[in-house]
């Protein structure tokens, strides 16, 4: 077989110029596609993923609200399992959006983030698909602990949801960017345990999920107001709690210098560290070859 | 004479003092399908990941399609298609979903999507198992569901590192039907590396590398051409005295590969006649053949063309290029 003799109909045709800004757009849709596809396919980890908030709830949350009784929340009305649920369901959107964005370490392992990255498309683009799949996701695992509400004594209204939802988005979209960050520097999976323990879990307990983060010791208070999570967390409280007749929480909400943070500025703080992470993640993804 | 579409002038890869790739040229012209072969670690997966512009050159310049790989590496991106050595599915999704992913990143046109997928479905023989998840895959169907992708966006050059790598002969075979039907369908220029010898003979021509240099360029009957006449083999109890005998008597310069000799003579029907008669060594075994690519390997660099005979050097190299690639 030589060249001469094949005489193939040759697709001279050039590649048609494409406008780079629908690409990308069309590249973060896709890339968030599919993250949520794969969500959907794998149902078993969504029930699985329920476990760990249901624990936490019944078996800390009934334990310590029978044995702190009355001794809980200072004269605010709120029993401890109230106080701790919705905590729960900012648990619950911290620990989905940095394991749903950082499944880009397992495309990494098995080889499909290559096929992402070589396609002509800005890299900038895979970290917001991938941020903005986590966020999904994260959302969609914590807004469904809502159905639990009547159980641990909480009344829900249609308020509630409507303010919860860009709250929950927020701290979402927060951690999930840290997510993409943390993954774009991360180059197998041996790192995602130190992830894991020296990250995640930290951040979870300093975040205010479990106890009011008033009062503490010094070195603690700064801890605290150092977690991002703690500035996502606390507003979803607040408004769980307050729609639910119990407006005092306000008062175990989070302070700097003694001062309790408006709403808006405890989402603003959200927003813009997740602005930050995803820059970050940004820049670090442009640089991979 | 068709135009260029690859074209390496002096392509240098090194990391650190290793230089995996060491001063490359060639020209591949369009529709033709283009072999690179050598041993592992020779320097091929650098030289495609070069090309497709996955590494950047040391030094050197390479041009496909038409554009100069380091100067705009997106528009030849969007111009070829590859397929890795190694899996990049997303076996969770479909055959189907994984062909639309590709087309989004890729900016197929909306209105073609569908049926693109459909046809490269078909081509491929694939149109069955579309709705499957890809986990539930052969190994020869996730390649040529990789194939499928790699066409979809239509470009003029299909690069394939290792295509058939890890594949049952049947299933390599199918894997050639079907790069040569893409090849007269669609008229796409394939570039493909392999360590296969026997898989070189698919291709129009081949470039034989060795130690991150091109050896020998040409069509493979070209590259036979190169061993002179037929290939005698014989083994022996005493391969050394044999060796200097041949040598001394019939002046004939063997090469010793595993305990046997091996030499290329003109007329093989009358040379073993004599080789028998004249030798005082015991012969246990004499075989003659018309020589192969393999034979054209062993002449070229005195060495066998096998995965197990990869020297510790190549292996090290082989690794160091791996490791590197990934860390970049």
Redesign the interface.
Same mark, same amino acid.
């Given at each position: 077989?030589?060249?001469e003799t094949?005489?193939? #109909?040759?697709?001279t045709? /050039? @590649? @048609?110029p494409?406008d780079t800004r629908?690409?990308s757009l069309? @590249?973060i849709?896709?890339?968030w596609y599919?993250d949520i596809?794969?969500y959907w396919?794998?149902r078993w980890r969504l029930v699985a993923s329920l476990a760990q908030p249901l624990l936490f709830l019944l078996v800390f949350g009934s334990g310590l609200s029978s044995s702190l009784g009355g001794a809980f929340g200072r004269g605010t009305g709120i029993s401890y399992i109230q106080f701790m649920y919705p905590g729960i369901i900012g648990m619950s959107i911290l620990f989905s959006a940095i394991f749903g964005a950082m499944s880009i370490v397992w495309?990494r392992e098995?080889?499909?983030l290559?096929?992402?990255l070589?396609?002509?498309?800005d890299r900038w683009a895979v970290a917001v698909g991938k941020a903005l799949g986590g966020t999904t996701q994260a959302m969609i695992q914590g807004l469904i602990l809502l159905v639990l509400a009547p159980f641990v004594g909480v009344k829900l209204s249609l308020l509630t949801v409507v303010e919860l939802v860009p709250l929950a988005a927020v701290l979402a979209f927060g951690l999930a960017s840290f997510g993409v960050a943390i993954a774009s520097m991360m180059?197998s999976l041996q790192g995602f345990q130190v992830v894991m323990n020296f990250l995640m879990m930290p951040m979870f307990f300093l975040s205010g999920a479990l106890f009011p983060l008033t009062n503490l010791p010094g070195w603690m208070t700064w801890l605290t107001r150092l977690d991002p999570a703690s500035y996502g967390i606390d507003p979803i409280r607040r408004v769980v709690l307050s729609n639910s007749g119990l407006p005092n929480v306000n008062s175990l909400g989070l302070t700097i210098n003694g001062q309790v943070l408006a709403i808006p500025m405890e989402a603003a703080i959200m927003l813009a560290f997740g602005a930050v992470l995803l820059g970050v993640a940004v820049v670090m993804f442009e640089r991979?070859? | 004479m /068709?135009e260029t579409v690859i074209e390496a002038k002096g392509l240098i890869k090194k990391y650190g003092d290793l230089e995996a790739v060491a001063g490359i040229d060639l020209e591949v012209?369009?529709?033709?399908?283009f072999g690179f072969l050598g041993p592992n670690g020779a320097g091929k997966s650098t030289t495609i990941s070069m090309l497709? #512009?996955?590494?950047?050159p040391t030094a050197g310049v390479a041009r496909v399609a038409g554009i100069d790989v380091v100067h705009d590496p997106?528009?030849v991106?969007?111009?070829i298609g590859?397929v890795?050595q190694?899996?990049?599915?997303?076996?969770?999704?479909t055959g189907r979903?994984n062909l639309?992913?590709?087309a989004?990143?890729?900016?197929v /046109?909306a209105q073609d999507r569908r049926r693109r997928i459909d046809e490269m479905l078909d081509l491929l023989q694939l149109a069955d198992r579309a709705a499957s998840q890809v986990k539930t895959y052969s190994g020869g169907m996730k390649r040529r569901l990789e194939i499928a992708?790699g066409m979809l966006?239509?470009p003029?050059i299909l690069f394939l590192d290792e295509p058939t790598l890890g594949l049952d002969p049947q299933t390599r075979k199918s894997i050639w039907t079907h790069l040569n039907e893409l090849?007269?369908?669609?008229?796409?220029t394939i570039f493909m590396t392999t360590h296969y010898m026997d898989e070189a003979e698919?291709c129009?021509?081949i470039a034989i590398i060795d130690r991150g240099k091109i050896v020998a360029l040409g069509?493979p009957e070209d590259l036979k051409g190169l061993v002179g006449g037929d290939v005698v083999t014989i083994t022996s109890t005493k391969p050394d005295a044999a060796e200097s005998e041949i040598k001394k008597l019939l002046g004939v310069t063997p090469v010793r590969d595993n305990g046997s000799l091996r030499m290329e003579v003109p007329d093989g029907k009358a040379f073993v006649p004599r080789l028998v008669r004249e030798l005082e060594a015991p012969v246990d075994t004499v075989s003659l053949r018309r020589p192969s690519l393999d034979d054209v390997f062993l002449k070229l660099t005195g060495r066998v063309i096998r995965d197990e005979e990869v020297s510790a050097r190549d292996r090290n190299r082989a690794m160091a290029s791996r490791w590197m690639g990934?860390?970049?």
């Open positions: 077989m030589s060249v094949a005489s193939p #109909t040759l697709m045709v /050039p @590649a @048609a494409v629908m690409a069309r @590249a849709y896709i890339i599919r596809l794969r396919r794998d495309d098995f080889g499909f290559k096929e992402v070589v396609a002509p498309i180059k991979r070859d | /068709p012209r369009a529709g033709e399908i497709c #512009t996955l590494l950047t997106a528009a991106r969007q111009r590859l890795f190694d899996p990049s599915l997303d076996d969770q999704l979903e639309e992913f590709h989004f990143v890729y900016s /046109p992708r966006h239509q003029q090849r007269s369908t669609k008229g796409v698919y129009d021509r069509t990934r860390r970049r």
